[in-house]
């Protein structure tokens, strides 16, 4: 079949169109996930900045408040604190974050992170004026962990090094009957300045629209490359047929 003096060879259409639009397909689908993506930083930061709520969530619906602050007032379980590897927000230095189970008012105990310390400052006794003793007043951004990615280690209980956020797992390890479903990054740091809180990320890793981009232009390689194709081949034709006729 001929279309506009362009006449498709059957095999190289069959092997070009369905990558073009496979890789068509996979641009569309990456804008969308931008859009998603776009979306879901925006309702986190739409939350954040709501006022702070007089208390903690009961009972707790994530798809409202996750990204919330919130003040609860209690005791600090400094002798079960855990460590989270992780690097500051602020800066990206290595270090970890201080995870301490926190004994409420009312009764119930919330997982509670502190904020970042650098590795040297990870022993208690190096940052003995953030160890507050007695009942304090907080207010901090309610999540809930997040899924650990593929390659995240497990969990060391006996490092105490906790790589992933399983709050359960934490309980059992602090020694805790039971804690809320969800925890707390605190919005401030601790008196002496260590831990510093506020290392809440709302934003994700958004790198959507260059994967977008790289999608689209593999399809239009792939039309240039078919497109360029044919004119070579029905070049070569021509130059066939002129020497054939030459011959004659």
């Given at each position: 079949?001929?279309?506009?003096?362009?006449?498709?060879?059957?095999w190289p259409t069959l092997i070009a169109l369905p990558a073009v639009a496979l890789t068509f397909?996979?641009?569309?689908?990456?804008?969308?996930?931008?859009?998603?993506?776009?979306?879901?930083?925006?309702?986190?930061?739409?939350?954040?900045?709501?006022?702070?709520?007089?208390?903690?969530?009961?009972?707790?619906?994530?798809?409202?408040?996750?990204?919330?602050?919130?003040?609860?007032?209690?005791?600090?379980?400094?002798?079960?604190?855990?460590?989270?590897?992780?690097?500051?927000?602020?800066?990206?230095?290595?270090?970890?974050?201080?995870?301490?189970?926190?004994?409420?008012?009312?009764?119930?105990?919330?997982?509670?992170?502190?904020?970042?310390?650098?590795?040297?400052?990870?022993?208690?006794?190096?940052?003995?004026?953030?160890?507050?003793?007695?009942?304090?007043?907080?207010?901090?951004?309610?999540?809930?962990?997040?899924?650990?990615?593929?390659?995240?280690?497990?969990?060391?209980?006996?490092?105490?090094?906790?790589?992933?956020?399983?709050?359960?797992?934490?309980?059992?390890?602090?020694?805790?009957?039971?804690?809320?479903?969800?925890?707390?990054?605190?919005?401030?740091?601790?008196?002496?300045?260590?831990?510093?809180?506020?290392?809440?990320?709302?934003?994700?890793?958004?790198?959507?629209?260059?994967?977008?981009?790289?999608?689209?232009?593999?399809?239009?390689?792939?039309?240039?490359?078919?497109?360029?194709?044919?004119?070579?081949?029905?070049?070569?034709?021509?130059?066939?047929?002129?020497?054939?006729?030459?011959?004659?």
């Open positions: 079949m001929t279309v506009l003096g362009f006449r498709p060879a059957l397909g996979l641009g569309v689908w990456q804008v969308q996930r931008l859009a998603w993506k776009e979306g879901l930083i925006a309702e986190r930061q739409a939350r954040i900045a709501r006022p702070v709520l007089d208390a903690l969530p009961a009972p707790f619906d994530p798809e409202v408040h996750s990204f919330r602050r919130a003040r609860f007032s209690g005791v600090f379980l400094h002798r079960k604190e855990m460590y989270r590897p992780a690097r500051s927000r602020r800066r990206g230095e290595i270090g970890v974050q201080v995870v301490t189970p926190f004994r409420l008012e009312g009764g119930g105990t919330i997982l509670v992170n502190r904020g970042w310390v650098p590795g040297l400052r990870r022993n208690p006794e190096t940052r003995r004026d953030g160890q507050v003793a007695g009942r304090v007043a907080l207010v901090g951004v309610i999540r809930t962990p997040a899924p650990a990615g593929y390659f995240v280690p497990d969990n060391d209980p006996a490092a105490n090094a906790w790589f992933r956020l399983d709050l359960q797992q934490m309980a059992r390890h602090a020694g805790l009957t039971s804690v809320r479903p969800y925890y707390a990054d605190l919005v401030a740091d601790a008196p002496g300045g260590w831990p510093r809180g506020g290392q809440t990320r709302v934003t994700v890793r958004n790198a959507h629209l260059e994967y977008a981009i790289t999608w689209f232009s593999l399809s239009l390689i792939g039309i240039a490359v078919y497109i360029l194709w044919h004119r070579r081949f029905r070049r070569a034709n021509k130059n066939r047929a002129g020497r054939g006729a030459a011959d004659t």
